[in-house]
């Protein structure tokens, strides 16, 4: 719990224990003040057990909710679709059941998006192209079901968790450290890349603000998965393999969404500070670890 006093409101942030959620509880003090913040983890209850949440909820009585929790590795969900439906639509629809007389701020992704446009606004039509993006379109639809709740559809985020493994960051330092001589990554599939403390300190603002509706919360420049590892590369002095050109095309696997990029001029005309690109927060968080 960020405050000890309780005559402080509380929000609830479910998936504590994961990026962007640890995120929101790290920087609660500084852009949540007057709030006291309870980060829900699987140690606290299992979300799939609604008589739980329900209890807990009941109990504690948050004046905001703030979920974050989800299946979220896209193979996972592939892997398992009728666990990601559960957790990702299922949970989603009792919590904001639970807080329909209250804002209630939910994730969504850039991958409800078939990528076949780019820079896509919140009004443009989805067409999701696994299973990931079908729960999180479906979960959309259960959120905006009420005026008053908030879909948060984010990109990429970069950020350090306690596992090492979570951030898409992470997971492309491993992949570089044990690569071989050379390492292809795609110059035609583009993401707008955001730090996970760009997106939290986001959603705390919308949060409180009470926005509604659907906002995109993304890295206000579209980048190629090669100038996104370009920027990361020039930061790790342990990675020797070189970057290569490839192109998604040559990719072996499923089709992928190739231009997920996102118009995030709705949330930047909200914000008291807007989103930068990428590269910028890089240039300007030079100790920052990533
Ligand atoms: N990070 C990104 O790049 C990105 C991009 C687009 C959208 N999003 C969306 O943003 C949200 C947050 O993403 P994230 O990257 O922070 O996710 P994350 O690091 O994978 O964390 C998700 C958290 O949900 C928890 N969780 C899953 N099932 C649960 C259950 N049944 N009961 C309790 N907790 C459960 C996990 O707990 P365990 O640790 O115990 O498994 C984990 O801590 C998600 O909705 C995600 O889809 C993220």
Same mark, same amino acid.
């Given at each position: 719990?960020?405050?000890?006093?309780?005559?402080?409101?509380?929000?609830?942030?479910? *998936?504590?224990?994961?990026?962007? *959620?640890?995120?929101?509880?790290?920087?609660?003090?500084?852009?949540?003040?007057?709030?006291?913040?309870?980060?829900?983890? =699987?140690?606290?209850?299992?979300?799939?057990?609604?008589?739980?949440?329900?209890?807990?909820?009941? =109990?504690?009585?948050?004046?905001?909710?703030?979920?974050?929790?989800?299946?979220?590795?896209?193979?996972?969900?592939?892997?398992?679709?009728?666990?990601?439906?559960?957790?990702?639509?299922?949970?989603?629809?009792?919590?904001?059941?639970?807080?329909?007389?209250?804002?209630?701020?939910?994730?969504?992704?850039?991958?409800?998006?078939?990528? =076949?446009?780019? !820079?896509?606004?919140?009004?443009?039509?989805? !067409?999701?192209?696994?299973?990931?993006?079908?729960?999180?379109?479906?979960?959309?639809?259960?959120?905006?079901?009420?005026?008053?709740?908030?879909?948060? =559809?984010?990109?990429?985020? $970069?950020?350090?968790?306690?596992?090492? !493994?979570?951030?898409?960051?992470?997971?492309?330092?491993?992949?570089?450290?044990?690569?071989?001589?050379?390492?292809?990554?795609?110059?035609?599939?583009?993401?707008?890349?955001?730090? $996970?403390?760009?997106?939290?300190?986001?959603?705390?603002?919308?949060?409180? %603000?009470?926005?509604?509706?659907?906002?995109?919360?993304?890295?206000?420049?579209?980048?190629?998965?090669?100038?996104?590892?370009?920027?990361?590369?020039?930061?790790?002095?342990?990675?020797?393999?070189?970057?290569?050109?490839?192109?998604? %095309?040559?990719?072996?696997?499923?089709?992928?969404?190739?231009?997920?990029?996102?118009?995030?001029?709705?949330?930047?005309?909200?914000?008291?500070?807007?989103?930068?690109?990428?590269?910028?927060?890089?240039?300007?968080?030079?100790?920052?670890?990533?």
């Amino acid at each position: 719990m960020s405050s000890s006093n309780l005559s402080f409101p509380l929000a609830w942030v479910t *998936g504590a224990n994961g990026l962007i *959620g640890s995120y929101l509880l790290a920087i609660a003090s500084r852009y949540a003040p007057g709030w006291r913040v309870r980060g829900i983890t =699987r140690a606290d209850f299992d979300l799939l057990d609604a008589a739980a949440v329900e209890h807990e909820f009941l =109990r504690d009585r948050p004046q905001l909710v703030i979920h974050c929790a989800a299946i979220t590795v896209v193979a996972d969900a592939h892997k398992n679709p009728a666990l990601a439906r559960r957790v990702n639509v299922d949970v989603t629809g009792q919590l904001a059941q639970l807080a329909s007389d209250i804002p209630f701020a939910c994730f969504s992704t850039d991958l409800v998006f078939d990528g =076949r446009q780019g !820079n896509y606004t919140e009004a443009d039509a989805v !067409n999701p192209l696994t299973v990931y993006g079908e729960t999180k379109v479906a979960a959309e639809q259960v959120v905006l079901r009420n005026p008053r709740h908030l879909v948060v =559809r984010t990109s990429i985020n $970069a950020g350090v968790t306690a596992s090492g !493994n979570r951030s898409f960051n992470e997971q492309l330092h491993r992949t570089l450290l044990s690569a071989g001589p050379g390492m292809k990554l795609f110059t035609d599939e583009f993401r707008c890349p955001i730090a $996970a403390v760009e997106t939290a300190r986001a959603v705390w603002e919308l949060s409180l %603000k009470r926005c509604a509706g659907i906002y995109h919360v993304a890295g206000a420049k579209k980048l190629s998965r090669y100038e996104i590892g370009r920027l990361l590369a020039a930061r790790w002095p342990d990675v020797t393999t070189t970057l290569e050109t490839g192109s998604a %095309k040559d990719f072996p696997g499923p089709p992928r969404s190739l231009d997920t990029s996102m118009d995030i001029s709705k949330v930047q005309g909200v914000l008291s500070v807007p989103l930068p690109g990428f590269d910028e927060w890089l240039a300007g968080n030079p100790a920052e670890r990533v």
